[in-house]
């Protein structure tokens, strides 16, 4: 492990010829590998086969990993601009191309109800399945594998990393992870073998059949619950809400853990019937003990004409969900805001504090309430 984390730093140092040119840039705490890279010429041999298509003829085929289905001709590429159709085989051009990596504490992904205080490694590729206008990692996310520079790393030396770092967890952020699912799949596998736990952030747009392989082997899984229209999905992310609603409810029928986000963009999905909507359709669906986080919008992409969410929109869509039964609700983006805490809904006790990102006391014991012994649903140890 030490020789495998002395051969990443040094990576890191621009110890090699292929990454001498690499600027590290830090965007919003994500490590950014920069410049593109000159188009690739990889043979299929040194690219892996995609997972979860069908071969079609003509030399065409359909990737049936998302939503979208994609039909896709020979030297061509899906939506995505990551999955690529070679002599009548999809290959993935992201595998083993990591273009973000770094080392960050569990509540910024955020999972409040994960081992509070605990830090991360977080690995993501370029691409997404979505184009979402208010992206904050759009760099990453809206690119291809030849527009963003990337570091070598085989599913072993992620793990040995991790180990090396002595870090509690591997993590699968920032751009949308479906889009590199045999890279994440093959580091999960192989940490789930070796003792360690995996973490996945994602949009949810993927399809059950991957999703619910992929869950064998993730301890906790964060979805981003975008908006609760048809018509906000459409326009601000060219994606689609019911196969997001499909996910959210495999990950808790597969009993994963599982937390959602919902971005609050003023004007774009902050009518509070929809919120209300939203918190009644997962109390019905989900239960009334998955943690919800309404997050702070700030400018970001192509939404930088807005305002961030007033404080008190996002106050107010949390009345609304503790009121429809919602027992953990949480505001984030607002530092020192009371909501980052977690309170017991049965006696109303502090029971982990937070400032920012940062754990500032933790009274659980044993994933349970100190005053008055309420079980707390999430992975405590």
Same mark, same amino acid.
């Given at each position: ?31 950014i ?17 995609a997972?979860?298509?069908t ?8 990737c ?28 993935t051009?992201s595998?083993?191309k ?18 509070p205080?605990s ?21 990453? =996310? ?7 520079k @990337? %570091?070598? *790393?085989?599913? !072993? &030396?992620?793990v ?7 870090v509690?967890f ?17 580091i ?22 991957p ?26 992310? =060219?994606?689609?809400l019911?196969?997001?609603?499909? @996910? %959210?409810? *495999?990950?808790? !029928? &597969?009993g ?13 999905n ?44 996002l106050?107010?869509?949390r ?14 983006n607002? =530092? ?10 049965r ?35």
């Amino acid at each position: 492990m030490v020789e495998a984390r002395s051969r990443w730093k040094s990576r890191l140092r621009l110890g090699t010829e292929l990454l001498a040119l690499i600027a590290f840039i830090a965007v919003g705490g994500t490590v950014i590998l920069s410049h593109p890279l000159p188009p690739g010429s990889a043979s299929e041999e040194t690219l892996t086969e995609a997972r979860y298509y069908t071969k079609l003829d003509n030399k065409q085929v359909q990737c049936r990993l998302c939503p979208r289905q994609c039909l896709i001709g020979d030297g061509r590429r899906g939506t995505c601009g990551i999955r690529e159709n070679r002599n009548g085989k999809l290959y993935t051009l992201s595998y083993g191309k990591a273009c973000a990596l770094n080392i960050g504490p569990i509540e910024k992904l955020p999972l409040y109800h994960v081992q509070p205080g605990s830090l991360r490694l977080n690995l993501a590729t370029a691409g997404c399945n979505l184009s979402c206008r208010n992206c904050q990692n759009w760099q990453l =996310s809206q690119r291809t594998p030849e527009e963003v520079k @990337s %570091l070598d *790393l085989s599913p !072993e &030396e992620v793990v040995n990393n991790a180990l090396a770092d002595r870090v509690s967890f591997i993590s699968f952020t920032y751009t949308e992870p479906t889009i590199f699912y045999e890279y994440m799949f093959d580091i999960s596998k192989l940490a789930k073998s070796a003792g360690y736990k995996t973490l996945l952030n994602t949009n949810g747009f993927i399809n059950p059949e991957p999703l619910k392989a992929l869950l064998q082997y993730i301890d906790a899984v964060n979805i981003d619950l975008k908006g609760f229209t048809p018509e906000f999905y459409e326009e601000n992310c =060219s994606g689609e809400l019911e196969p997001v609603l499909g @996910s %959210l409810k *495999l990950v808790k !029928e &597969e009993g994963v853990h599982l937390e959602i986000v919902n971005l609050v963009i003023p004007s774009l999905n902050d009518d509070m019937e929809k919120v209300k909507e939203m918190c009644l359709w997962i109390k019905e669906n989900l239960g009334t003990d998955v943690p919800l986080h309404f997050s702070r919008f700030f400018p970001a992409y192509r939404l930088t004409k807005l305002s961030p969410t007033p404080v008190e929109t996002l106050e107010e869509a949390r009345r609304i969900a503790l009121e429809m039964g919602l027992k953990y609700v949480y505001i984030g983006n607002v =530092s020192g805001h009371p909501a980052n805490n977690t309170f017991c809904p049965r006696c109303g006790e502090k029971l982990v504090g937070r400032i920012g990102l940062a754990v500032t006391e933790n009274n659980l014991q044993q994933g349970r309430c100190p005053f008055c012994g309420y079980q707390i649903p999430g992975i405590w140890e």
